[in-house]
């Protein structure tokens, strides 16, 4: 999944659509007791490898052995995954830490139950053929990008950080391409997750040098892509919640143990999706959910504090973030 999906959510549209939605109801509020419960599940894009584990949860009947009856759906054109769970048209969604960061430091209550992969998988890619195998080697290149204010605070540290001139980058706004369409053509370097197209340039047989953004700086390494929810429903059904997190935890266990059929229950659900494709990054992505950790979607305060300073720092969030609201492990099932 090209990294140009991840920011395009407008905090600011975000603040709007939470405060004209204050008052109304969370759409699941009976805790379960009317049989079952029916919850809206909203993804960040279209559908991915990196949500596989609610496939799995869906078409395994994890989720009906929670008594849930769970409806995925995709944001609209104009509406973001943190968009309709901070304003309770959505029970829970995939956001990332760099959102949700954002969010809380603007008054926007939503929170992050899970990690979904443990440590950042995106990074910088190019042609192979451009020889842009270091930070150093940006200088007089073309970067393809979505024109956030962290995506340039992003690439600029990086470099400062590791010996390069951000000031001979040329920036290029693209919005929402696709990589293998603009690289080399409208951009020399752009920003993707390597479990999507990292995995099918591999596919292509397209060679690429990919510098992951992990390894620039570790307050980079932080949580992307995020299970999230809003305070309300965290705090008035934390039951609901423990439920959803037992099968989605369950799900994505499954697809550590067993990516070729996680990703056969990924394509039941997309039957659109390319299905080598889906098979080659499921192999790869189902070593980094958990990759390091005690167990699937536990997270670290380090980890959030870590980029929430780094944020802080480049002016990017305007106040500190108070990281015990942002995350919480709490309903993730005992292991």
Request: hydrophobic share 35%.
């Amino acid at each position: 999944m090209n990294k140009t999906i991840k920011i395009m959510i407008g905090m600011l549209l975000v603040l709007s659509v939470f405060l004209s939605a204050c008052g109304k109801k969370e759409s699941s509020n009976d805790g379960g007791k009317t049989g079952s419960q029916e919850i809206t599940v909203v993804l960040d894009w279209f559908p991915n490898t990196n949500h596989t584990g609610l496939y799995v949860a869906k078409e395994k009947g994890y989720f009906k052995d929670q008594g849930l009856k769970v409806r995925i759906i995709q944001p609209g054109e104009n509406s973001s995954a943190d968009q309709l769970v901070a304003s309770g048209k959505a029970d829970f969604g995939i956001s990332y830490q760099e959102n949700i960061t954002q969010a809380r430091t603007q008054g926007i209550p939503i929170k992050s139950i899970g990690a979904i992969i443990q440590h950042n998988t995106s990074g910088f890619a190019s042609l192979k053929k451009d020889k842009i195998k270091t930070v150093k080697d940006f200088e007089g290149k073309r970067y393809g990008g979505w024109g956030a204010p962290s995506e340039e605070a992003t690439l600029k540290a990086a470099m400062e950080k590791n010996g390069g001139d951000y000031s001979k980058v040329k920036n290029v706004t693209l919005g929402a391409v696709d990589f293998f369409k603009s690289i080399g053509r409208d951009a020399d370097f752009e920003w993707i997750y390597y479990g999507w197209d990292g995995i099918e340039a591999e596919r292509q047989g397209k060679e690429i040098n990919f510098i992951p953004v992990k390894d620039l700086d570790p307050a980079l390494d932080y949580y992307t892509p995020v299970i999230a929810t809003s305070d309300k429903l965290a705090k008035n059904n934390p039951a609901l919640a423990k439920k959803f997190m037992a099968a989605t935890a369950k799900g994505y266990e499954y697809a550590i143990e067993n990516p070729d059929e996680a990703a056969d229950s990924l394509l039941k659900g997309a039957p659109e999706l390319n299905k080598e494709l889906v098979k080659k990054s499921q192999q790869w992505l189902s070593t980094q959910y958990q990759a390091d950790a005690k167990q699937w979607g536990i997270q670290k305060k380090a980890v959030w504090n870590n980029y929430a300073d780094w944020m802080y720092k480049r002016k990017l969030i305007q106040k500190k973030l108070d990281v015990k609201d942002a995350f919480t492990n709490k309903f993730l099932p005992k292991r």
